[in-house]
C-alpha cells in the first residue's frame, strides 16, 4: 500500500484529504466507482498513508505533501486526481446520500407518532405495519394495540427529540419506520498541489459542519474500505 501511495503521487498532480460524515461503506463505494476513471481513491489505514507520504520535510515523497500527512488522523482518506480543483469541491459538495440513524447519531428533528394506525414510510403513500411485527414495535417502546388487525397507537408518541441521542430503540424504530435521519457526506479538508508543492486548507461548502462530523457509521477495515479498485 506504501508504494501504490507514493506511484500515486507522483502520477496525479493533486491530492485531496477527505473525512467522511455518517461513513456507510456501500455510499463510499459509489463514490470510488463513479471516480474510477479520473481518480484513484485510498481510505483507512492513516498511520500507514501518512507513513507512505512522509511526515516531515527530510521524509516527505514529494515536496510539501508533508504538510498534508500531519493531518491524516482519525477515519479519512485521499484522493489524487487531475480534476481541477473546482470541478472536486462542486462534486463533493452536490454528492450527498440520506441513510438511517444509528445508536448514538444526535436527532436531527423531532418525531412524533400520530395515534392511529403505525405507518411504514417506505413507500408512497405509507402502509400500516402488518398484525405479526405488532410485538417486535411493543418490545421497541410503543404502546399499541391491534385495532382490525393494525398496530394502532391510542395517543401520540414522541419517538425522538431534536438534538438528543438516539438510544438503539429509537434508532431500530426510525428505520423500520422509515425515517431516514442522517447524510452521509464527503468533506474536503485540505489539497496539494504537486506543480507549486503548497497545501490549502479547505474551508465553507466543500467542508463539513460541526454537525455532519457527528454521526459515527461504519467502521469497516476489509480491503476494499482501504484501497479504489
Same mark, same amino acid.
Request: charged share 25%.
Given at each position: 500500500?506504501?508504494?501504490?501511495?507514493?506511484?500515486?503521487?507522483?502520477?496525479?498532480?493533486?491530492?485531496?484529504?477527505?473525512?467522511?460524515?455518517?461513513?456507510?461503506?456501500?455510499?463510499?463505494?459509489?463514490?470510488?466507482?463513479?471516480?474510477?476513471?479520473?481518480?484513484?481513491?485510498?481510505?483507512?489505514?492513516?498511520?500507514?498513508?501518512?507513513?507512505?507520504?512522509?511526515?516531515?520535510?527530510?521524509?516527505?515523497?514529494?515536496?510539501?505533501?508533508?504538510?498534508?500527512?500531519?493531518?491524516?488522523?482519525?477515519?479519512?482518506?485521499?484522493?489524487?486526481? =487531475? !480534476?481541477?480543483?473546482?470541478? /472536486?469541491?462542486?462534486?463533493?459538495?452536490?454528492?450527498?446520500?440520506?441513510?438511517?440513524? +444509528?445508536? #448514538?447519531?444526535?436527532?436531527?428533528?423531532?418525531?412524533?407518532?400520530?395515534?392511529?394506525?403505525?405507518?411504514?414510510?417506505?413507500?408512497?403513500?405509507?402502509?400500516?405495519?402488518?398484525h405479526n411485527e405488532?410485538?417486535?414495535?411493543?418490545?421497541?417502546?410503543?404502546?399499541?394495540?391491534?385495532?382490525?388487525?393494525?398496530?394502532?397507537?391510542?395517543?401520540?408518541?414522541?419517538?425522538?427529540?431534536?438534538?438528543?441521542?438516539?438510544?438503539?430503540?429509537?434508532?431500530?424504530?426510525?428505520?423500520?419506520?422509515?425515517?431516514?435521519?442522517?447524510?452521509?457526506?464527503?468533506g474536503l479538508i485540505?489539497?496539494? =498541489? !504537486?506543480e507549486t508543492g503548497? /497545501?490549502?486548507?479547505?474551508?465553507?461548502?466543500?467542508?463539513?459542519?460541526?454537525?455532519? +462530523?457527528? #454521526?459515527?457509521?461504519?467502521?469497516?477495515?476489509?480491503?476494499?474500505?482501504?484501497?479504489?479498485?
Amino acid at each position: 500500500m506504501m508504494q501504490e501511495l507514493q506511484e500515486n503521487s507522483e502520477k496525479w498532480r493533486y491530492c485531496w484529504l477527505f473525512e467522511v460524515g455518517s461513513m456507510r461503506n456501500a455510499h463510499l463505494k459509489i463514490v470510488r466507482k463513479q471516480w474510477k476513471d479520473s481518480a484513484r481513491i485510498f481510505f483507512g489505514r492513516g498511520a500507514v498513508m501518512a507513513k507512505a507520504l512522509g511526515l516531515t520535510p527530510e521524509e516527505e515523497h514529494r515536496t510539501g505533501i508533508h504538510k498534508l500527512a500531519k493531518q491524516i488522523k482519525g477515519q479519512v482518506g485521499v484522493l489524487f486526481t =487531475d !480534476s481541477p480543483p473546482e470541478e /472536486v469541491i462542486d462534486w463533493f459538495v452536490d454528492f450527498k446520500q440520506p441513510d438511517f440513524a +444509528r445508536a #448514538g447519531n444526535i436527532a436531527s428533528r423531532t418525531v412524533v407518532l400520530p395515534a392511529g394506525p403505525v405507518l411504514r414510510h417506505h413507500s408512497d403513500p405509507p402502509e400500516p405495519f402488518p398484525h405479526n411485527e405488532e410485538p417486535q414495535l411493543r418490545k421497541l417502546g410503543l404502546t399499541t394495540s391491534m385495532n382490525k388487525g393494525v398496530p394502532t397507537l391510542t395517543n401520540p408518541h414522541e419517538l425522538c427529540k431534536k438534538g438528543k441521542p438516539l438510544t438503539g430503540e429509537q434508532a431500530q424504530l426510525l428505520k423500520l419506520i422509515g425515517h431516514k435521519m442522517v447524510v452521509f457526506r464527503v468533506g474536503l479538508i485540505a489539497r496539494w =498541489d !504537486s506543480e507549486t508543492g503548497d /497545501v490549502v486548507q479547505i474551508e465553507g461548502p466543500g467542508a463539513l459542519t460541526p454537525e455532519e +462530523r457527528i #454521526g459515527g457509521g461504519d467502521q469497516g477495515g476489509d480491503e476494499d474500505d482501504v484501497m479504489s479498485e
